[in-house]
Nanobody, 127 residues
Framework: QVQLVESGGGLVQAGGSLRLSCAAS????????MGWFRQAPGKEREFVTA????????YYADSVKGRFTISRDNAKNTVYLQMNSLKPEDTAVYYC????????????????????WGQGTQVTVSS
């Protein structure tokens, strides 16, 4: 049974930072790509970022590029999302997910290629 557990969410003022973690059990993450997605109230889920199983290649949504950084520690079976210069529009529930597929940015950003998902962690950015 694969479980992904996100943590690190919370309330922060605009311009602040948060670091999300996604810890996995039941699956060794080193063989899988990892992605972060988010869903704001009343909006569709959207891709945020993804990282190749090697940790070398990454993709980012244009809205977070230069502010967010994804990283992974395969020894700890954990993926991180460092979020800096947060904006109110970053407010959402953030989910991590695993994928056996790595391809172009457009393809890797599709939620349907991810097979396991965490329960999500709330990030709220106040203005």
């Amino acid at each position: 049974q694969v479980q992904l557990v996100e943590s690190g969410g919370g309330l922060v003022q605009a311009g602040g930072s948060l670091r999300l973690s996604c810890a996995a059990s039941g699956r060794t993450l080193s063989s899988y790509a990892m992605g972060w997605f988010r869903q704001a109230p009343g909006k569709e889920r959207e891709f945020v970022t993804a990282i190749h199983w090697s940790g070398v290649n990454t993709y980012y949504a244009d809205s977070v590029k230069g502010r967010f950084t994804i990283s992974r520690d395969n020894a700890k079976n954990t993926v991180y999302l460092q979020m800096n210069s947060l904006k109110p529009e970053d407010t959402a529930v953030y989910y991590c997910a695993t994928s056996q597929v790595w391809s172009s940015r457009d393809y890797t950003s599709r939620g349907e290629i991810y097979d396991y998902w965490g329960q999500g962690t709330q990030v709220t950015v106040s203005s």
